[in-house]
């Protein structure tokens, strides 16, 4: 067996944390850097979490010769420059959501991937849960019939003063933080980009929407619509409705290790027991199978763009107050 993959940790974020648990799992990667804007905050970071190694720059750490893949935790507006940094460097990279705030961005990470010949994936953990890869399984073999409308909502109160979420600067806002999980459940079961969308948002001070709810048109005249927001309690939920049947996913976006969907046709809903994991192992054991095995990563760099242009076209909606058609390509 080959030595594991050494990850380096690209800022000390709270996110990191999710990701201790399966890199300490994972037979082909371990957790071996971190890398701050100081050697004094990366050392006590390193001490606290047992991580080997310690780097007092974003620039140091990219050019350590034995960190194989950089996850890029930084705020949303750094997700670009730093992913590219990192490629340039030549490093993998795993890069949280939302990908990146414009299609520019996009393509050119995308350029950039392509040119130093690494891999690069959205850190987008519930696509490679069991429970996701059971729900569209009940969808593709029509368990539903024809799939009529998804709906969902993804809310949580936050006020956390100084934090990026709720900086337009830094690419805050629910729907870059939040929607993007509707948004990109919808698409993955239909498998289809959507025609045309509509959006209304609250904003806050900052100029940040707080709670912005949207509706979906796809081909074949398939409806999604959801909500999302820092206002109100937490909910998450998915609701798929077909001809013949409703499936109802209580905990789609952070299933964990045992989960139940409820299907309903007609009768008593029938409980389906799908036997999880950890919500982010799958997307450090699919980084493990593109760069060890050659595999594709589960989310194409094009789904990565497609939901980008879909939450660009909604933010251009509510701020119109028109439907806004997308684009292809």
Not at 80 to 100: M, Q
Not at 285 to 313: F, Q, T, Y
Request: aromatic share 10%.
């Amino acid at each position: 067996m080959t030595e594991p993959l050494r990850w380096g940790l690209l800022s000390t974020a709270k996110i990191n944390a999710a990701l201790f648990k399966p890199l300490a799992k994972s037979k082909r990667n371990t957790l071996f850097a971190v890398g701050s804007r100081s050697e004094e905050s990366a050392r006590a970071y390193a001490a606290e979490h047992s991580i080997p190694r310690a780097h007092g720059s974003y620039e140091a750490l990219l050019a350590d010769p034995e960190v194989d893949v950089i996850y890029n935790s930084l705020p949303n507006h750094l997700h670009a420059e730093w992913t590219i940094k990192a490629l340039e460097a030549g490093k993998h990279v795993l890069c949280e959501k939302p990908f990146a705030l414009s299609l520019e961005e996009v393509d050119a990470m995308t350029a950039a991937a392509e040119k130093s010949g690494k891999v690069l994936a959205e850190a987008f953990m519930y696509r490679t849960h069991p429970q996701t890869l059971k729900v569209k399984e009940i969808v593709d073999n029509g368990d539903l019939g024809k799939v009529l409308t998804i709906k969902g909502g993804f809310t949580f109160t936050f006020n956390r003063p100084g934090n990026y979420r709720l900086d337009p600067a830094f690419g805050g806002g629910a729907l870059w933080d939040v929607g993007c999980y509707p948004i990109s459940y919808a698409r993955t079961m239909l498998g289809l980009e959507p025609l045309k969308v509509s959006g209304w948002q609250m904003t806050g001070e900052s100029g940040i929407d707080e709670f912005f709810s949207g509706q979906m048109l796809f081909p074949g005249d398939i409806h999604a619509q959801f909500d999302c927001g820092f206002r109100g309690p937490f909910r998450a939920f998915i609701e798929i409705v077909g001809e013949s049947g409703t499936l109802h996913i209580p905990a789609p976006f952070h299933a964990g290790k045992k989960t139940k969907v409820f299907l309903s046709r007609g009768g008593e809903p029938e409980t389906i027991k799908i036997e999880g994991q950890n919500s982010y192992l799958g997307e450090v054991e699919d980084m493990a199978d593109a760069i060890l095995l050659g595999k594709a990563p589960h989310i194409s760099l094009a789904d990565s763009r497609a939901n980008i242009a879909a939450i660009l076209a909604f933010y251009q909606s509510a701020k119109s107050g028109k439907v806004v058609s997308l684009k292809k390509g």
